[in-house]
């Protein structure tokens, strides 16, 4: 069992675009961008850091940007083996836990498996009195937990106290008995156990192999000074194994009745928004009501192979106002998420190999650049120099996502750009580089995603 350090317990959720490390600015956080959560009568209001920021609260500074494209593409392997692959789980970490021998569950992970990386970082409070703590938000996974004392098996190191349910009047654990423990199954994808005195045990896995088990409890959320729900159903992790940063935990936005999202649902209204900043900027996400007039919407789809994540569906992709020529099917056939928690954005092969033949094509007069990790169409330059054709992102009924050149390139380097995008597997993947800087709103309740420009700051 790892000692564990102190934790601020902040939610830092939202996809981290990743930046090259040239683009950070300044490696100290400027007092200018300061935590702020706080609810009203529209909802809840929280402050984003991106994930490697100077300014997060749960800084993953130390890592390079070849590892966290690495990390990336262990999270697209996990997303698309969970969608197209018949479930099976290798075995039962919350089964371990429920017979308390500690070192049958705990399977040290490589430092790279994980899903920490690309996410953004927010703070929420919890308990009564109130701590507050640094959280990952995730759109890809429904349940919130956070690591937990006593750390009966292992938690990462985090930055700030663990949380204590011991020195909150409000907490309390979920027998297993109850219908929140029923529901771990569908909001996990993994069964719950039961501890020996009733109490319900939740593994919650990522895929890569990075996962969180302890036991299923209930406490008063609090957003800024405000108690924002009581009873809200959590995870109390006992381990906690993968690379989450510093953060405290995770909170997660899918659309599984245990999500953050859905437990404040009745209450604020089941839509969220967020802009995801870049390094240098502050990005916010909001759960509730929203003013729609300045956004363009897109349906979110249902899809057979998962409930909770967020289907949308392409239609095609413009380069220089000129529409790619690949035939429509290419996009219908490949089932399409937008992600929070996804750097690079994963294209259908063909569509893929289009837009870097005509961006190539675009960009001849700069000295192309030696592939870099998983990213293939790269040139001498930088984003910002390039005179970069303007790329459009076009989905079904036609809204149409005009990026800027920074969405579109990322520098690798001192001396190079890369296409931020790359071929798909089995599903596409809209990732969070290309959704930097906009207003993207979640409409669960009508099925619509919307963006607009200039979301951030
Ligand atoms: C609530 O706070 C948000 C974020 O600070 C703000 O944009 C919004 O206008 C506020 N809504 C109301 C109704 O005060």
Redesign the pocket.
């Given at each position: 069992m790892r000692v564990v350090f102190f934790l601020l317990f902040s939610l830092l959720l939202l996809s981290g675009v990743v930046s090259p490390l040239r683009d950070i600015p300044h490696s100290s956080c400027s007092s200018k961008l300061h935590e702020?959560q706080?609810?009203?009568?529209?909802?809840v209001?929280f402050t984003l850091h991106h994930p490697r920021g100077p300014c997060s609260p749960a800084s993953l500074q130390e890592l390079s940007f070849s590892d966290v494209l690495q990390h990336d593409v262990l999270r697209v392997s996990g997303l698309t083996s969970r969608l197209t692959t018949t479930k099976h789980r290798h075995r039962h970490r919350a089964s371990s836990l429920a017979t308390n021998h500690p070192s049958l569950v705990s399977v040290p992970l490589t430092p790279g498996s994980s899903l920490g990386v690309g996410n953004y970082i927010t703070k929420i409070g919890l308990g009564t009195p109130a701590s507050y703590f640094s959280m990952v938000v995730d759109t890809g996974s429904s349940l919130t937990w956070l690591q937990c004392s006593p750390c009966r098996i292992s938690c990462h190191d985090q930055s700030g106290p663990l949380f204590d349910p011991s020195a909150s009047s409000t907490y309390h654990s979920v027998p297993c008995s109850s219908a929140e423990c029923s529901g771990l199954q569908s909001a996990t994808l993994n069964p719950s156990a039961c501890s020996s005195s009733h109490v319900c045990i939740y593994e919650a896995s990522y895929g890569d192999s990075s996962f969180s088990v302890g036991y299923l409890s209930k406490d008063t959320l609090t957003i800024g000074s405000s108690p924002a729900l009581s009873g809200f159903t959590y995870g109390c992790g006992q381990d906690n194994e993968g690379l989450f940063g510093h953060s405290a935990g995770l909170i997660g936005l899918a659309k599984d009745k245990l999500s953050l999202l859905s437990q404040l649902a009745p209450k604020l209204g089941n839509a969220f928004s967020y802009c995801l900043p870049t390094m240098s900027s502050t990005g916010?996400l909001?759960i509730g009501s929203y003013?729609p007039s300045h956004f363009v919407f897109t349906p979110l789809v249902k899809s057979s192979l998962d409930n909770s994540l967020y289907f949308v569906k392409l239609s095609g992709i413009k380069v220089g106002g000129k529409v790619l020529s690949v035939p429509a099917s290419t996009y219908s056939d490949t089932p399409t998420i937008i992600d929070s928690g996804t750097v690079i954005t994963r294209l259908p092969p063909d569509v893929y190999t289009e837009l870097s033949s005509a961006v190539s094509n675009a960009l001849s007069k700069y000295p192309s650049a030696p592939a870099y990790s998983l990213l293939d169409t790269c040139f001498k330059g930088s984003a910002a120099g390039l005179a970069a054709p303007e790329v459009v992102v076009v989905f079904e009924g036609g809204a149409e996502w005009n990026l800027a050149t920074r969405n579109v390139f990322i520098d690798v380097d001192d001396g190079t750009t890369c296409l931020a995008f790359a071929s798909a597997g089995r599903v596409a993947i809209i990732g969070n580089r290309l959704q930097q800087t906009f207003k993207v709103v979640y409409d669960v309740a009508n099925s619509k995603l919307g963006f607009a420009a200039g979301g951030c700051g």
């Open positions: 702020h706080h609810m009203n009568s529209s909802g209001h916010s909001s003013d």
